[in-house]
């Protein structure tokens, strides 16, 4: 039945994508455990669903497409919390441009060494550069700098539910109380899934991590097409 529906339907996907989630967040509100993000659960539950129906990636995909197409909108959504939060970004605009560019450079620098120490291609290093930033600016450096767009999805997922489910505890473990550092911290390293945990925590986190998304977008742009010449 639920291979029919998904052969047949033109959101199929859609419906899929959206149950699985539902049943993911359920989760997270039962249980109150960090580790049980959301995303996780829902992309979890998806490969279940699709491996269990024999149901290829590619026909899961004609249906859940139309998500994609919310991705830009709801990304510049994310300056909502910052417009609110004007005065305060222009009264420390020093320490928040030095943390941005700060959590830029860590990540690229980070990439750079893993994959000299593993020895990995140049496909698969520019690959996973654009691992910080939002989706929908991350698959189109990837693409342009000749890396393997599905794969860095995939780690830019990754990465963000990390940063969901490690970032507040990181935080407490380093001591780090200040509310601009810690939003910086999530939204320069864990992009879109990291903010939803910044807003969690506060009204200043948020916004300084929807601020972080944006700016690392842009300076990742720049960084990545310096980087990708190094190896």
């Known amino acids: 039945m639920i291979a029919s ?4 339907s033109a959101f199929a996907g859609v419906t899929l994508s959206l149950f699985a989630y539902w049943v993911g967040a359920a989760l997270k509100r039962k249980t109150k455990l960090s580790f049980l993000n959301p995303l996780l659960i829902s992309i979890a539950v998806t490969i279940v669903v699709l491996l269990t129906a024999h149901v290829s990636y590619d026909t899961y995909d004609a249906g859940a497409k139309y998500l994609s197409w919310f991705l830009t909108p709801a990304t510049v959504c994310l300056a909502i919390p910052l417009y609110e939060q004007m005065k305060l970004l222009r009264n420390n605009w020093k320490a928040v441009a030095t943390g941005i560019c700060s959590g830029v450079l860590t990540s690229l620098l980070c990439v750079l060494v893993l994959s000299v120490l593993f020895g990995l291609s140049h496909e698969t290093y520019v690959t996973l550069l654009p691992k910080s930033i939002t989706t929908a600016i991350g698959m189109g450096v990837s693409e342009e700098l000749g890396g393997n767009v599905t794969i860095t999805v995939a780690v ?6 990390l940063g969901n489910i490690l970032g507040e505890g990181l935080c407490r473990l380093f001591h780090i109380e200040e509310p601009i550092a810690r939003g910086i911290a999530l939204g320069s390293s864990s992009h879109a899934i990291g903010t939803a945990k910044a807003m969690e925590m ?6 300084m991590s929807s601020l972080s998304i944006a700016v690392a977008g842009i300076l990742t742009v720049v960084g990545a097409t310096v980087f990708s010449a190094v190896l």
């Open 202 to 207: 506060g009204e200043v986190e948020g916004a």
């Open 5 to 8: 529906f998904c052969r047949t």
């Open 156 to 161: 830019i997922v990754v990465t963000g539910v």
